[in-house]
């Protein structure tokens, strides 16, 4: 067999000049490195792995951004299916409940019954696609475990007074109709 330098000089690909240059620079590398038991190093092979490297990052990261978008669209269907099979009816939709939704205020229209139920934490507001459904606290609560902010939170109780509140001490009461 052949070496392709002996190959490569039968086709005329490459003049026996070049070949004997190429050899002696060979040689004078090995020589170098075996005097300073360093290697020569071989600033080809350097940019080639370099590259790899670098393109094995780059791979690595549109993996992570592909896998995060996949998370992303199964924890929507996931969502959407709880939400579906356990939403609850709003009644016949006479009376108006006001909640906040990121940061600004929404209304549905819901029978007094639901309300009641709203009030007590029974029921829960969940945002699906621009609606707004009905689910039970339980669902409410897986729902919130995969993506909090989909689920409205109910008001903090108010009954209780602050602190420093400068009139605790005076009671309102009950029947009072604004």
């Given amino acids: 067999?052949?070496?392709?330098?002996?190959?490569?000089?039968?086709?005329?690909?490459?003049?026996?000049?070049?070949?004997?240059?190429?050899?002696?620079?060979?040689?004078?590398?090995?020589?170098?490195?075996?005097?300073?038991?360093?290697?020569?190093?071989?600033?080809?092979?350097?940019?080639?792995?370099?590259?790899?490297?670098?393109?094995?990052?780059?791979?690595?990261?549109?993996?992570?951004?592909?896998?995060?978008?996949?998370?992303?669209?199964?924890?929507?269907?996931?969502?959407?299916?709880?939400?579906?099979?356990?939403?609850?009816?709003?009644?016949?939709?006479d009376i108006a409940y006001n909640f906040t939704f990121e940061r600004k205020i929404k209304k549905i229209y819901v029978s007094e019954a639901v309300r009641d139920h709203l009030a007590a934490g029974r029921l829960m507001i969940v945002g699906l696609d621009e609606n707004f459904e009905l689910v039970p606290r339980v669902i409410a609560e897986k729902i919130s475990e995969r993506k909090p902010d989909a689920v409205v939170q109910p008001p903090a109780d108010s009954n209780q007074p602050e602190e420093d509140d400068p009139y605790a001490e005076f009671q309102i009461p009950d029947d009072l109709m604004w």
């Fill in 1 to 93: 067999m052949s070496s392709l330098q002996d190959q490569l000089l039968k086709a005329g690909l490459v003049d026996t000049k070049k070949a004997k240059q190429v050899n002696k620079e060979k040689r004078k590398q090995n020589k170098v490195a075996k005097k300073t038991g360093q290697p020569q190093v071989d600033e080809t092979r350097e940019a080639v792995e370099q590259a790899r490297a670098e393109k094995a990052a780059r791979d690595r990261a549109l993996n992570a951004e592909r896998d995060a978008a996949a998370r992303e669209k199964a924890i929507a269907a996931q969502i959407k299916q709880l939400v579906e099979s356990n939403k609850q009816s709003k009644g016949n939709g």
